[in-house]
């Protein structure tokens, strides 16, 4: 049985089994349209989502099956009532399949250990998988390809979703470059970083991290950016960070330094006037909502793949 706990462990070819498969998904959805036929998938959510619950559950209906929204505020799940294991053993008596959108990472892997059917990370403070499968789809689909491809990504570099990218471009042979403050609470963890050069050696790509955003943007073909305040961030710590990101906002100034045909990437929730201007995320380099509607296809085919449905 396998989950999908983070790129990291899930090998190149892999990664392209998926999304070559999310892309026959997204041209013949009526070939799927029964493969999750009276299958359940459990979403289970500690954070706030619109995305991810939207298209899980969209996802799974389209498919034939059904899912069930399972937010822990009153559960016995994390109250102490249960262990996780606990739960996540006796969740997997009735379910197919399992999300989970959690705070810590560790977590999820107790559930994964646990838990006896496949489970999806939907995020957690360290990773984000699922968008970045949806990324890469996006990225192929207006690129024609993946390897040699500059990504740069601009703000938050101790997040998970610069994380999880950084895998899974290195993995699948990308330029990534990352241009956020230096300091370990604003910079990609440095265990990310040697992995990444690990997989980037393997693959033919490269991965750098420069406090010089500028640096980090140039002749990039795709610009990615992301809140700098991740639902798991203290709201007192608003203020600091917005003058420590500042410099790294993409703007028209900062856009100029990639390549004129780049394209501009957010996995949303965005907010104008910070991570990127306004006139960036709704310009016409900006494929947010192709990118959006990625989650849906790709984390179908996510279900099928780990489901053994395809
Ligand atoms: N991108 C993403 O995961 O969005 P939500 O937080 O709305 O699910
Ligand atoms: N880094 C963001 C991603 C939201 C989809 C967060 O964790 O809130």
Redesign the pocket.
């Known amino acids: 049985m396998e989950h999908l706990i983070s790129l990291k462990e899930w090998r190149p070819e892999k990664i392209r089994q998926v999304l070559d498969l999310a892309r026959d998904v997204k041209a013949n959805p009526e070939k799927y349209a029964n493969a999750m036929e009276r299958k359940t998938l459990l979403m289970i959510f500690e954070k706030p989502s619109l995305r991810t619950r939207l298209s899980f559950e969209a996802g799974m209906t389209q498919m034939g099956g059904h899912a069930i929204y399972y937010h822990t505020g009153n559960s016995p799940m994390g109250s102490g009532k249960e262990t996780l294991g606990d739960s996540a053993r006796a969740a997997s008596r009735f379910v197919d399949i399992i999300m989970a959108r959690l705070f810590k990472h560790a977590d999820l892997l107790e559930m994964a250990e646990h838990a006896t059917v496949p489970v999806i990370n939907a ?1 957690t403070d360290d990773s ?1 998988p699922c ?1 970045i499968l949806a990324d890469l789809q996006a990225i192929e689909e207006k690129k024609g390809t993946l390897a040699g491809l500059k990504l740069a990504y601009l703000g938050d570099g101790f ?3 610069t994380h999880s990218l950084m895998y899974g471009g290195t993995k699948m042979g990308m330029h990534v470059g990352v241009g956020s403050p230096s300091g370990a609470d604003y910079s990609p963890s440095v265990d990310v970083v040697a992995d990444c050069e690990a997989f980037a050696a393997e693959s033919g790509g490269s991965v750098f991290v420069t406090a010089d955003p500028a640096e980090a943007i140039k002749d990039a073909d795709v610009v990615y950016t ?2 700098w305040m ?3 961030i203290p709201k007192e710590q608003e203020a600091a960070r917005i003058a420590k990101f500042m410099p790294y906002q993409v703007n028209a100034e900062l856009m100029a330094h990639a390549k004129p045909d780049a394209i501009f990437m957010n ?3 965005a907010a104008r006037g910070f991570e990127q201007t306004a006139e960036v995320i709704d310009g016409s380099q900006s494929i947010v909502f192709d990118e959006a509607e990625n989650r849906l296809h790709a984390q179908k085919a996510v279900i099928l793949t780990l489901c053994n449905a395809v």
Do not use: A, E, R, T
Request: charged share 5%; proline share 7%; aromatic share 8%.
């Open positions: 995020l984000h968008q997040n998970n979703v992301d809140s991740s639902y798991h996995c949303l929730p």
